[in-house]
């Protein structure tokens, strides 16, 4: 009885899905750049197995949605099952997806209106499908890519000036600046990335004076601390 059991359990290990789930793995593995210690820490930490030998197709799925989380990100199966091409590295698809992100990165600094909210490669082609009726950034040509760029860019410039304005009637609700000193703290917000990357420059003094350069730094500090480990 034992014996037919293992044979039965041996069978099983090396049933087809298992193997083509267990490929999927070490493909996975590869194209993150993991090194094999870390990948059997992953192994452990996402189902209490250092192998994927001793894995079945269950668990080998949870590693694969902690793979997810490092920031994989599957690529589409055709109706033949094979895994269609990789994420499209050119300039310009690139650009696009940097756009993509910053937007959602507005949306978690409290552009709820104007922001990305969901930031992955699915959402993105979704986009640019409704904006050119192509599937995938691989199959946009310039003049194309180009109407995805400045769509984005207009949409980005929104996200910012939403962002700006949320945090300036919550932060500062009975504050009144002088329209055009104002209008300079607007325009500060939207057309540069200070919400995200960029210091805030010296030239804008100038522009703002003591209370409006104050309240951009301010700006600056709370939306870097809102999308921090976001």
Excluded at 6 to 26: I, V
Excluded at 94 to 118: C, D, S, T
Aim: charged content about 30%.
């Amino acid at each position: 009885m034992s014996t037919a059991t293992g044979k039965k359990s041996k069978a099983s290990s090396s049933s087809p899905a298992l193997q083509a789930k267990r490929a999927t793995l070490h493909i996975v593995k590869k194209e993150l750049g993991i090194s094999d210690d870390i990948y059997r820490d992953i192994l452990r930490e996402a189902t209490g197995r250092e192998s994927s030998a001793e894995m079945n197709l269950a668990m080998m799925n949870q590693v694969l949605e902690r793979f997810k989380e490092l920031g994989w990100i599957p690529r589409a199966v055709t109706k033949t099952g094979k895994r269609g091409r990789p994420l499209a590295g050119d300039a310009e698809s690139k650009l696009i997806r940097a756009l993509w992100k910053e937007l959602h990165r507005y949306h978690l600094a409290g552009a709820v209106k104007e922001g990305v909210r969901n930031p992955s490669e699915a959402a993105l082609c979704a986009f640019v499908k409704r904006q050119t009726r192509c599937d995938a950034l691989q199959w946009l040509r310039d003049r194309e890519a180009v109407k995805v760029i400045e769509a984005l860019k207009e949409w980005r410039d929104r996200a910012r000036i939403e962002c700006f304005n949320e945090w300036y009637k919550s932060a500062y609700p009975d504050v009144v600046f002088p329209s055009g000193q104002l209008g300079a703290l607007i325009r500060s917000a939207a057309y540069s990335r200070v919400c995200i990357t960029d210091p805030v420059v010296p030239e804008w003094f100038d522009i703002l004076g003591d209370e409006g350069f104050a309240l951009m730094v301010e700006y600056v500090t709370y939306c870097r601390e809102r999308v921090v480990g976001k």
